[in-house]
């Protein structure tokens, strides 16, 4: 046992040197960019304290509905209590609640591997492979440690736990698997769908166990019971999406969840997911998808190895969860590689008739599973072949006996030298500096601190309109939410968006959103003015030349190669047609507004600039009166009682703040229950 | 059908007479071996196909042995 221990404590020595190596922007004290990760300005921080819980968003384009995108809200208030207590320090915050997290549960749950296999010592390089291999490292470059991450970090232990249950099916377990699972679903909805995925294809695995005997009993606790605790402990935003019978899928739009999406999105084939490969592995490229490495197709080799020893294994048990962790790692090789082949209209039909499959128009998700099962798989084999090469210290070639003595230079020490080696002969782009993102340290460039400056100077309302698309540093807030010109105008090219504001009725519509600046971005991070996926400076120099040939266009300000125009007699986010008609608009928060008028009662139509949604109504003497569409985007609504002041509410919030109540009620509920059975 | 899915119809008939699961462990992990040198010297199609196969040896495997386990 103490070996076992110290051997631990070499091993947790080992990958922290190597996290430390390969992470050691880290220590550094400046912010984290790169691929889809939020820069922490202060301006986002804020926002993120005061605005967690609200089901609109109003910070980009004209708002939207935030209900499909609330599961995060807990861990962002908690995010913003934080940072208001440490003055929205970005570079300590991402630390504290993104890499910390996601290596303590990556470090943490990979360990509790062991719990079904025995790996003996290896137990490290289950931690070691399910940091160190080339998904993992995609995911982290790409930025998407906050939710995607931790979700990935998160999901052995929600599968351990589950698998647990399955074999013991008693109310504690069940408990300990719905919160966990909540957490998960916190983090991001489809890791927490392909874990669960997997769960129940260990279910199905045990089918003459669990479904033939007691089956109503064993589905409470193995499902109901950890889902009801997801579905209460995300009350908050489940409940007013049942409610007002809200589409997600439909608020993203038909470029997330056609067909054509998918099979533009299935970048990795057959021999990339069953290799462990990152289609865009090293560069992180978007689209760019490089050839197979022969060296890759080692890793299958070992973790599919582990079959070998089925045979001499005589728990049961164990055996049961190689056959699952290898087949497991087949599923997840296949479904990784979406429409490509072999089968590959199996995805396709699976994305159209299985329930949320739709949220993986991405099929990279899927490499999860191969991560979970190779994590496993691996030590496993490399475990048994290292017990066999040390029980045979004596061996033969050519009728010439051998016999190993030494305790350090022996078969089975160099085996396991040469797969560390090996693992980490994979890997090399992190240690020799050559992977980009967030392994990248970069700065905010001066330009944008300056811009963010002169926008946040002023405090009234307005909306900026980028062209094309808003860059990383750019600001958006509550009081000055960002347009993404290539999202709202539904083009992917930077001069069709500049061709759009040449039409007559775009400076009017934009007048009436609110728009004040219009702003051409520097493009620091080379995504946005690009040419077969390098910066290309033409594009940007032809936007810029199209954009000063419009006549109404004033250039305002320049801060290098940042240039704001503005807009001459921009909207306040409520008006009125009539002439000589103004409001004092009161923003109690995201939800709700109160307006009066500056002169006298309310009356007519008043326009409301945020995107057109029924739910949002206004109360006028106690009279509810409902929205309706306003030129194609806008809500409006019809005062006739002459009020002196409406209150604008956006209705979902009261059901989220029922569904705040029902988790808070359900955490309590769960803990204590928790805790009184530990204590008996 | 190219001569390469031929070679592994046979192959397969020969593993589903036999019924020992390590002998496909054995022709899934082999195929792995030798798609490594094909994709290596960018003779892509074989390559890509050996790992389809190999697959689909390992799925042979975890079923025999699976039934195995049952008996």
Known sequence: MKRLNKSYIISFILILLFLCVAFSHIFSNHLITGGDYSVLSKTYLQDVFEKSFYAWNDEYNL?????????????????????????????????????????????????????????????????????????????????????????????????????????????????????????????????????????????????????????????????????????????????????????????????????????????????????????????????????????????????????????????????????????????????????????????????????????????????????????????????????????????????????????????????????????????????????????????????????????NDHSEFYRTLWIPTVQKYGLHSSQHPAIYGQEFFRTSNAQEVVKKLYDPKTKIFLQNAGVKYIILPFDSESEIFVTDRKYDDGVYLSVKKEIKNIDWLQEKKQFGKIIIYEMPNYKERFWSEEKDVAFNTRTRNPTHYQIAAKNGNLSGTIIFSEQYDHNWIAIANGEKIASQKHDTHFNSFQITKAPRTIDVYYSPQRWVEIGIIISISTLVIVLIYMIRIKRQ | MKPQDILFILVLLFLLWKRNPTYAIVAGLGCLVVAMPLFHFWVFFTAERLVMYSSAFLLLAIVLFGFDKRK
């Open chain 1, 63 to 455: 708002g939207q509905n935030n209900t499909p995108f609330m599961n995060y809200a807990p861990y962002r208030f908690l995010i913003g209590v934080v940072g208001n207590a440490i003055q929205f320090n970005g570079v300590v915050i991402e630390r504290m609640f993104w890499w910390l997290p996601f290596f303590t549960l990556a470090f943490v749950s990979s360990f509790y591997f062991r719990r079904l296999l025995p790996i003996g010592e290896l137990g490290f390089l289950s931690t070691f492979f399910f940091i160190f291999n080339s998904y993992t490292l995609m995911l982290l470059g790409g930025g998407q440690i906050s939710g995607v991450g931790l979700a990935f970090a998160i999901a052995p232990l929600v599968l351990v736990t589950f698998i647990e249950l399955v074999n013991k099916r008693v109310l504690k377990n069940s408990l300990m698997a719905g919160l966990l699972f909540a957490v998960q679903v916190m983090f991001d909805l489809r890791i927490a769908y392909v874990t669960m995925f997997a769960v129940l294809f260990y279910t199905l695995l045990n089918g003459k166990e669990v479904l033939l005997k007691n089956t109503i009993k064993n589905f409470l606790y193995i499902f109901i019971i950890p889902a009801g605790i997801t579905l209460l402990l995300h009350a908050f935003w489940i409940l007013p999406i049942l409610i007002f019978k809200h589409n997600p899928v439909q608020q993203v739009g038909a470029a997330f969840n056609s067909l054509d999406a998918v099979s533009f999105f299935s970048f990795a084939t057959f021999e990339n997911s069953l290799a462990l490969l990152h289609p865009n592995w090293p560069e992180n490229i978007f689209g760019k998808v490089g050839f197979m490495r022969a060296e890759f197709l080692i890793l299958p080799i070992l973790a599919f190895s582990s079959l070998f020893f089925i045979r001499n294994e005589k728990n049961q048990k164990v055996k049961k969860h190689i056959l699952f962790f290898a087949l497991l790692g087949l599923v997840g090789a296949f479904l990784a590689k979406g429409v490509n082949e072999p089968f590959g209209g199996v995805y396709l039909w699976m994305f159209e008739h299985v329930p949320g499959f739709v949220m993986f128009r991405d099929p990279t998700k899927w490499y999860v599973l191969v991560v979970i099962s190779y994590s496993i798989l691996i030590p496993y084999s490399v475990w048994n072949t290292y017990i066999w090469l040390r029980s045979r210290s004596r061996f033969s070639i050519f009728n010439f006996q051998f016999s190993i003595k030494s305790k350090i230079f022996n078969a089975q020490n160099i085996f396991l030298l040469f797969v560390f080696c090996y693992l980490l002969f994979l890997i090399r782009p992190v240690f020799l500096g050559q992977l980009g993102g967030t392994f990248r340290q970069t700065e905010i460039p001066q330009e944008y601190t300056d811009l963010n400056n002169f926008l």
